[in-house]
Structures are given as structure tokens and as C-alpha cells.
């Protein structure tokens, strides 16, 4: 099993400003995964990170409004830029092992 | 390409009542199955899972079976509690091509006293 650890828990950001989301986990792992729920939704994958590349974003998502790092494999980074009220989410990290997936504790982000 | 289609909430039972949520999907090869619970403010838990045909998980009362006839993979509870409500969501994990976990809609479930 993998244990996730995500900083910060909660945070409340001006808009125009940038948070940037940390994502610890207790093994080294080769792909690690963000992912956005938007209130009252379910959650959407933003990108796939691998360490040593650019990360992988899905249709929707761009790197300059959400920037990512890699910088080994047992941590990851995720940065919203330029927020504005329509980024409040939360945002998990995931990491899948064999035939299961774990998911950090989610960052709920209110912009306003 | 693969996804997992629900039903649509809110579901509204009495306590004590049978639950079932429907769970369908579409996957090539042969996916994890995984229910997943958020509790109101909360974060993601996992709730049970299967990883191969016919497998039951099931977790709290909760169970469902891994139906590879029916691509199916359906929540049922024989006896909710107020405590049981929440979203719920099922989801898979492919077990090729990226490994990234696919969701659900999600289900509200409010049980009344």
C-alpha cells in the first residue's frame, strides 16, 4: 500500500494569485496523478507525472495554468495559477500500485 | 476508450432500507473495480474493491461483485444507517495503458431517520 501525504489540507487564495499543492508519498512510485473535483462533481483527471519528463496533461487542462513537477519519485508538485473563483476545488494526488489506487487527503481550495 | 457509468442521485431510503447503486463499465482487458466514499466535508475513501471476475469486496455491510458478463459492478447494502450518507463513487484502474483511475458521476445517498 502507499500512503499519501498532501500539503496544504485547505487554503482560501486571492484570484490572480498561485498556489502550489505538495504531494508526499511513503514509496518510490513511477506515475503519480492529480486530479480536480469540482463542488458537486466527480473527479476529473488534470495530468499524469512522471519523474524525469514533462508531465502528461488531459484534453482541457494546460500546463501554463497548471504547472507541474516531478523531481523524484516519491514526491510531485502541483501549482494553479492565475486563479480565478471557477479553480475552487479540490485537488488530490493518486498513486496506483498493482491492482489498486491511493489518493492523498485532497486540497479544498476556495479563490475569491 | 474506458468508462464507468452510474446511477443518478440523489437516492433518498429510509433507514434500514436495501441499497443498490448501479455501477456499469467499459474497459478492455481486465480493470480493478473500486467503490469509493465522501463523507460530507471529507476526503476520498476507499470503501471495497475487486480485482478480478466474480470476486466479491466488501467492507461496513457493504458489498459488490465483480460481474464480467455484465461489465456490472453494483453497491448493495441490505440495511443503511443515517451514517451511511454520502457520495459514493464507483470507479476502475485499467491494467494497462497509463493506470489511471477512471470515475463515476458519483451518487448522493441521504438516509432518513
Known amino acids: 500500500s502507499a500512503v499519501i501525504s498532501q500539503k496544504p489540507s485547505r487554503d482560501i487564495c486571492q484570484r490572480g494569485t498561485s498556489l502550489t499543492i505538495q504531494c508526499q508519498v511513503d514509496s518510490q512510485v513511477t506515475m503519480m496523478f492529480w486530479y480536480r473535483q469540482q463542488p458537486g462533481q466527480s473527479l476529473t483527471l488534470i495530468a499524469t507525472?512522471?519523474?524525469?519528463?514533462?508531465?502528461?496533461?488531459e484534453s482541457g487542462f494546460v500546463i501554463d495554468k497548471f504547472p507541474i513537477s516531478r523531481p523524484n519519485l516519491t514526491f510531485s508538485t502541483l501549482t494553479v495559477s492565475n486563479m480565478s473563483p471557477e479553480d475552487s476545488s479540490i485537488y488530490l494526488c493518486?498513486?496506483?500500485?498493482?491492482?489498486?489506487?491511493?489518493f492523498g487527503q485532497g486540497t479544498r481550495l476556495t479563490v475569491v | 476508450g474506458d468508462s464507468v457509468t452510474q446511477m443518478e442521485g440523489p437516492v433518498t431510503l429510509s433507514e434500514e432500507a436495501f441499497l443498490t447503486i448501479n455501477c456499469t463499465y467499459t474497459a478492455t482487458g481486465y480493470p480493478s473495480l473500486f467503490w469509493y466514499v465522501q463523507y460530507p466535508g471529507e476526503g476520498l475513501q476507499l470503501l471495497l474493491k475487486a480485482t478480478k471476475a466474480d470476486d466479491k469486496g466488501s467492507n461496513k455491510g457493504f458489498e459488490a461483485t465483480y460481474r464480467k458478463e455484465t461489465t456490472s459492478f453494483h453497491l448493495e447494502k441490505g440495511s443503511v444507517q443515517v451514517s451511511d450518507s454520502a457520495v459514493y463513487f464507483c470507479?476502475?484502474?485499467?491494467?494497462?495503458?497509463?493506470?489511471?483511475?477512471?470515475f463515476g458521476a458519483g451518487t448522493r445517498l441521504f438516509v432518513k431517520a
Open positions: 493518486s498513486v496506483a500500485q498493482e491492482t489498486e489506487a491511493f
Open positions: 507525472a512522471n519523474q524525469g519528463s514533462e508531465a502528461t496533461y
Open positions: 470507479a476502475l484502474l485499467p491494467n494497462t495503458g497509463g493506470f489511471k483511475t477512471i
